[in-house]
């Protein structure tokens, strides 16, 4: 007679397979951050430097976010180093002579959880810890395993991260993770502008049967899905993110020189029509269909030519494809018209007029994925987060909990 298991036994076996059920319906995610959302390093060998205090030479260090470099007079030095140049000749864009940059922690979590790995214990560097940790420490996620981040450079647009080979890279961690989770379909959590770059790589990379097997649910925390205002300030103002003090327009020497910001534009459609005014000068104003005079009356041309080159890369807004999840912030003041006086346009700091959104992305491109629920098959579900705002989507407990709710 063979020997019988004791019920102690039978009880702790049960338990252990209800466990290993529960962790097996856990799927993989995969985190594209937003614009700024993660770190970039530097290595530099100038000959010249806009101030005495600034770096000619050094090897690889923190660019993006650095706290010192966002002191004066190293605000210059930040702005020179992180700046990019365009060569007509060959229609490229790249750092300056004598800047290398490079993107760290791709596959990992860390470069988004903290953008300044020498602060972590201060909150205005932390970004997406408090998400990563919960489903560390909450439900068993490995960093670098099951949970992983795909960090990019977010001064660029799409087609030159096609060019960079960052879409292939997604692709193939994407499929390691669904390996890694036991060839369990993941989730794409994205945020800010990680939506749109995305979406581009949704709709434009891989095909539907490769949606199908390897992602289980695509989720947007305040997706920028057709531009926001606020880019249409950085090519005249620019605009400081509210982290260099006592420098209104510090910034735009930089970020006119960004693709992102030209393909960030506020895309003319039934999303920004053309009653909708972004910029008032004593002149005329200017709606998202009016940039071609609006670069001109700043005597920036080459804004509207990087307009003209990334406008339509995502401006389609093809549905996914896949089950959609469009979170957002909602009923935070939110940049929406921003207001010159005589003689200030475009190097005066602009009073803002505000409208609806989450404090950076404004409501009709939070809500633009909404059309996606006509054009396909998969459901598509929208939720606002009333008074949480842009950078808090990736922080709120409300918020996780609801990405817990459709991962685990």
Request: some cysteine; hydrophobic content about 35%; glycine content about 6%.
């Amino acid at each position: 007679m063979g020997a019988q298991a004791s019920p102690l036994l039978l009880t702790a076996l049960i338990g252990l397979c209800l466990v290993v059920a529960s962790r097996a319906k856990n799927t993989p995610i995969v985190i594209i951050p937003g614009v700024l959302g993660n770190q970039i390093e530097a290595k530099l060998d100038k000959d010249s430097v806009p101030h005495i205090w600034c770096e000619k030479k050094s090897g690889w260090f923190t660019l993006w976010l650095g706290i010192l470099e966002l002191v004066y007079p190293f605000t210059d030095c930040l702005e020179d180093n992180i700046k990019l140049e365009y060569h007509p000749d060959t229609g490229k864009y790249t750092s300056p002579e004598g800047v290398q940059t490079r993107v760290p922690g791709f596959g990992e979590t860390s470069t988004i959880e903290y953008l300044d790995p020498s602060t972590p214990w201060l909150s205005f560097t932390q970004y997406c810890h408090d998400l990563v940790e919960h489903f560390v420490s909450k439900h068993g996620y490995i960093r670098g395993k099951t949970i992983v981040a795909a960090p990019y450079d977010w001064r660029y647009a799409p087609s030159l991260f096609q060019e960079q080979g960052y879409y292939n890279n997604l692709k193939q961690l994407i499929e390691d993770v669904y390996a890694n989770g036991g060839n369990t379909p993941i989730t794409l959590l994205v945020h800010s502008m990680g939506a749109p770059t995305s979406l581009y790589f949704l709709t434009k990379v891989v095909d539907q049967a490769w949606k199908e097997k390897y992602i289980k649910s695509y989720v947007s925390l305040s997706g920028a899905w057709r531009g926001l205002s606020k880019t249409v300030k950085m090519f005249s103002s620019g605009d400081n993110e509210g982290i260099v003090i006592d420098m209104d327009i510090w910034g735009r020497k930089a970020q006119r020189t960004y693709p992102a910001t030209a393909w960030l534009l506020p895309n003319p459609s039934d999303t920004w029509t053309r009653d909708e005014v972004i910029i008032v000068t004593p002149e005329r104003n200017y709606s998202a269909w009016d940039y071609k005079p609006y670069f001109q009356a700043m005597n920036y041309t080459r804004g509207y030519e990087m307009y003209e080159e990334f406008k339509n890369l995502t401006n389609d807004l093809l549905p996914p494809n896949i089950t959609t999840y469009c979170y957002y912030g909602n009923k935070v003041a939110t940049p929406l018209t921003y207001v010159y006086g005589p003689g200030d346009f475009p190097d005066t700091e602009p009073k803002t007029i505000n409208g609806n959104g989450d404090g950076t992305v404004n409501n009709n491109s939070l809500l633009a994925c909404k059309r996606w629920k006509k054009q396909q098959p998969y459901s598509v579900t929208l939720e606002s987060f009333d008074n949480v705002e842009h950078v808090d989507m990736v922080k709120n407990k409300d918020v996780i909990n609801a990405v817990e709710a459709i991962a685990v």
